[in-house]
């Protein structure tokens, strides 16, 4: 059986805890692999790689980082059909849709080769007389990322790409239920010129999260997960002196107004509930219809169910696979159970014709959800859509603005005042108008509001730059000899 083990200093380095975890291909439920778990002792040998690696690392000038950004950029491109396999054996989702990861991750890597302009400082001449002022972007040192299951090769590239353009090395702990991209990307990453040491890859559980949480040199943590994960990420990290961004959970809203195509409305609520098996912290899990459109729009919801070819992510006729683990669809499917005796409808059950292998739900619709049921007010992370029905606009924001989470939100209309005015009212931090999955480019950045982001940074984009660099400040004068002399008054600028 495949023995998956860590990246250290350039190249594959075999676990020595004697503690392991099981790798599945969830479209079978067989194990395909064992991964190794750090030990805290393994977790520091790979800190030390990057600590060694990073003074030369830092000193390389901005055009060979660029360099070496592009040929990664390249590798990644060329490279892409055979990530999105690998992705798909352990995590389950379709070609089509692991390619679009692959896709959507590169667009990071392309935003990061712009470093030479993106750490550009600032300049002030004469200041004072004689006296100019600049700021430069440095590099923090060794920093982490800590990363989910559900998009095992784009979410690393949101951190590793802007990470190392900025000079910093970087220590990778991917899920340990979808390790291999991971290592496949550092075989990457070397091929493209990293130098040994800069990119690293520790697998593990609990115990390597909290050794790097914990570690004195490592610098910055990033993470996307689960909310009460993200917040022992932020709580954990930051006692002991670390920056850290962390990204929780969600429960994304989609208002559909009566003016709305309802059509286009419905194709994008299946679209967005049921991509990637709804395991995506932006997918659309509660659809907000105003009562006189809501009968139509779930019907339309409804007749597009069927449609919907579930199965191995290996056929390519397949659009959506199974979820990760066979307990996380036990949970799944523990939502659909008891939504009736809160009061919710089934109106598609995606716990039935289910294939016997594997670990799948169907597409699912509850109707008549209301705030308080558990299906409402937990993080599903499945293909489950709940549907509650609001009699205006007025409403459906205030439910919005009043849920615990404020990842991202759609708006479905035809009046442009209406939208404009909704992106003003609603507290949530991605908005897509007509959008259902309003994902930034990677020129802006990736995170939500209140309880679905921990940090004072974004993801990606500009606020990743910030976010791995700080920034010096140099005041410098080059006076002429005779004019020195001692004075003891506050310095002024006047």
Known sequence: MKQISHWINGATVAGTSSRSGNVFNPATGVQTAAVDFASVEEVDQVVAAAVDAFPAWRATNLSRRAEILFNIRDLVHTNRSEIASVLSAEHGKVLSDAIGEVSRGLENIEFACGVPHLLKGGYSEQASVGVDVYSIKQPLGVVAGITPFNF??????????NALACGNTFVLKPSEKDPSVALYLAELLQQAGVPDGVFNVVNGD????????????????????????????????TKNGKRVQALGGAKNHMLVLPDADLDMAADAAVSAAYGSAGERCMAISVLLAVDSVADALIEKVKERIPAIKVG?????????????????????????????AEGAKVVVDGREGIPAEGYFIKPSILDEVKPGMRC??????????????????????????????GNGVALFTRDGGVARQFQFDVSVGMVGINVPIPVPVSYYSFGGWKNSLFGDHHMYGPEGINFYTRSKVVTSRWPDPRTSSVDLGFPTNR
């Open 376 to 405: 409402y007010d937990e993080e599903i992370f499945g293909p489950v859509l709940n549907v509650v029905r609001v009699k205006t606009y007025d409403e459906g924001v205030a439910l919005i603005n009043s849920n615990a989470f």
């Open 152 to 161: 095992p090769a784009m979410v690393p590239m949101w951190m590793f790409a």
């Open 312 to 340: 191995p992510g290996s056929d390519p006729a397949n659009e959506m696979g199974p979820l990760i683990t066979a307990e996380h669809r036990d949970k799944v499917a523990s939502y659909l159970a008891g939504a009736a």
């Open 206 to 237: 609990k115990v390597a999260v909290d050794r790097l949480l914990t570690h004195p040199d490592i610098a910055a943590v990033s993470f996307v997960g689960s909310t009460p994960i993200a917040k022992y990420i932020y709580e954990t990290g």
